[in-house]
């Protein structure tokens, strides 16, 4: 049977449009599968929307909408933006989804109650419904939440059930530590070792329905609502099919690409549950930063959230995808501005390889094309290319692919085939072109396409060692118009 590989995003709320952040986050993983797409497995990758929850109660309440409306009108959005950045998802879930999605989640609710892991009691606490969860004083700067510091922090008190988190506490630390459940970047790791060295909690698992009536009733107890916890994190699980049987080809997942943010509860609160439930845990966790907008921080009283579907009316979505892979190393916060964006699109993607594709292309329409062995290729690094994937380091990866393109133009420089005719050094060219779009299919899927018709080869990993079989070739238009 084909190897398998799940890949995840988080599945941010549906109370507002997407903006770059999460873009950022959809366009990493769409290159996680669809590199290994290129390897040839059997790639199955879920992206979605959170639609419960107080936050997105509260804002259709403000915006006087009825909250179903309104959280598939943001939803739509979220879809949108997989289509306008060419991500390739198989599946798109939205936690509303009763037919999907809340049959799984009330079988793990019933799972984890049986078990005696979840129970009932009263509790007052301070409530962040930016975060979504109860936080306590150490979270708070002059009273406020760091994350959110314009929402007000409730003083809530209630009688809600709880899941008894602190029991798997010792097993999740000694799972994270010895990598049976990783933590990439490794500094993500620590910091999270960090954060439960004292031990994890208990966590809120509902809501009094007088304070949130929207989200799935507990079961058996009518004046109840599900917190996010137990609804959201089991996405993961109902996006392929639980609870009916056939979700056991993709689970476990292979990696869940999470914001830093997100780390905490995917880490702590998500094996906690799996583990309450004997299903096995996610292999792996990647983490990514937080991105500024010319050095500062996103912020709507700054004016200065970027909406990545805005941005896609004025950019296409290989350009967008590749300043966001190029300009950001994974786990880290990054910075992202429009004349980084065009300058990359300028000086790389047109300057580099858009001018090695036309000038080759036109030089072997001119002139013709004579099979060899392709010595250029000696030059690609593809060893280090596949290790820099494995470390999810897509800009080193990047960085690599364009420094073998930098070497093919000086080939051209060099050898100046439109003087000597040479068709074996056209030939070398035109090879050394299939490894490079190959490399960078899942970086620029709609460009590399067009390559590959134009140069007569089809996409995957293992055409990579294949000779070239060519024997003629149109120039074709220009791949990327500088802006």
């Given at each position: 049977m084909t190897e398998k590989f799940y890949i995840t995003t988080t599945i941010p709320y549906a109370n507002a449009s997407p903006h770059i952040g999460f873009a950022l986050e959809i366009v990493q993983a769409d290159v996680l599968a669809r590199w290994n797409g290129l390897l040839g497995k059997d790639v199955f990758f879920l992206t979605g929307t959170d639609e419960h929850g107080t936050k997105n109660y509260q804002t259709a309440k403000k915006k006087k909408l009825d909250t179903q409306k309104f959280v598939d009108r943001n939803s739509r959005k979220f879809k949108e933006l997989t289509k306008a950045l060419n991500i390739s998802n198989n599946y798109f879930i939205k936690t509303t989804d009763k037919k999907i999605h809340w049959p799984g989640v009330i079988k793990i609710w019933k799972i984890l109650s049986n078990k005696g892991d979840i129970y009932k009691k009263e509790y007052?606490?301070?409530?962040?419904?930016?975060?979504?969860?109860?936080?306590?004083?150490?979270?708070?700067?002059?009273?406020?939440?760091?994350?959110?510091?314009?929402?007000?922090?409730?003083?809530?008190?209630?009688?809600?059930?709880?899941?008894?988190?602190?029991?798997?506490?010792?097993?999740?630390?000694?799972?994270?530590?010895?990598?049976?459940l990783k933590i990439s970047p490794k500094k993500w790791k620590n910091n999270f070792l960090g954060l439960i060295n004292e031990g994890l909690t208990d966590v809120s698992f509902s809501r009094e329905k007088k304070h949130l009536s929207w989200g799935i009733p507990v079961?058996?107890?009518?004046?109840?609502?599900?917190?996010?916890?137990?609804?959201?994190?089991?996405?993961?699980?109902?996006?392929?099919?639980?609870?009916?049987?056939?979700?056991?080809?993709?689970?476990?997942?292979?990696?869940?690409?999470?914001?830093?943010?997100?780390?905490?509860?995917?880490?702590?609160?998500?094996?906690?549950?799996?583990?309450?439930?004997?299903?096995?845990?996610?292999?792996?966790?990647?983490?990514?930063?937080?991105?500024?907008?010319?050095?500062?921080?996103?912020?709507?009283?700054?004016g200065n959230v970027v909406s990545p579907l805005e941005l896609r009316k004025k950019y296409s979505a290989d350009t967008i995808r590749y300043s966001l892979l190029r300009s950001i190393p994974f786990g880290d916060d990054g910075d992202f501005s429009e004349s980084d964006l065009i300058n990359r699109h300028n000086n790389e993607l047109a300057n580099k390889l858009g001018n090695l594709i036309q000038r080759v292309s036109g030089l072997i329409e001119k002139n013709g094309i004579e099979k060899t062995k392709n010595k250029l290729l000696k030059k690609l690094r593809l060893k280090q290319i596949e290790r820099l994937f494995d470390n999810y380091e897509f800009d080193k990866a990047l960085n690599e692919i364009f420094a073998f393109i930098d070497i093919c133009n000086e080939y051209v420089q060099n050898k100046k085939p439109w003087e000597t005719k040479d068709k074996k050094i056209l030939y070398e060219l035109a090879d050394s072109i299939k490894s490079i779009t190959i490399l960078l299919s899942p970086f620029i899927p709609e460009s590399t396409e067009k390559i590959s018709k134009q140069f007569k080869f089809k996409i995957s990993f293992d055409e990579i060692k294949k000779p070239l079989k060519i024997s003629k070739m149109k120039k074709g238009d220009i791949l990327f118009r500088k802006i």
């Open positions: 007052s606490g301070k409530y962040c419904s930016g975060c979504e969860r109860f936080i306590t004083e150490k979270d708070l700067k002059d009273g406020k939440c760091l994350d959110h510091p314009n929402l007000e922090i409730q003083d809530i008190a209630e009688e809600n059930y709880f899941f008894r988190l602190s029991k798997y506490s010792d097993k999740i630390k000694r799972l994270i530590e010895t990598d049976r079961p058996g107890d009518d004046n109840q609502i599900m917190y996010v916890w137990p609804d959201a994190l089991t996405n993961y699980l109902t996006g392929i099919g639980y609870p009916n049987k056939r979700f056991e080809r993709y689970w476990p997942a292979d990696v869940h690409v999470v914001g830093k943010d997100m780390l905490r509860f995917h880490t702590g609160i998500f094996p906690g549950i799996l583990l309450s439930a004997g299903i096995p845990l996610p292999k792996e966790v990647i983490v990514h930063g937080f991105l500024t907008v010319s050095g500062r921080k996103m912020s709507k009283s700054l």
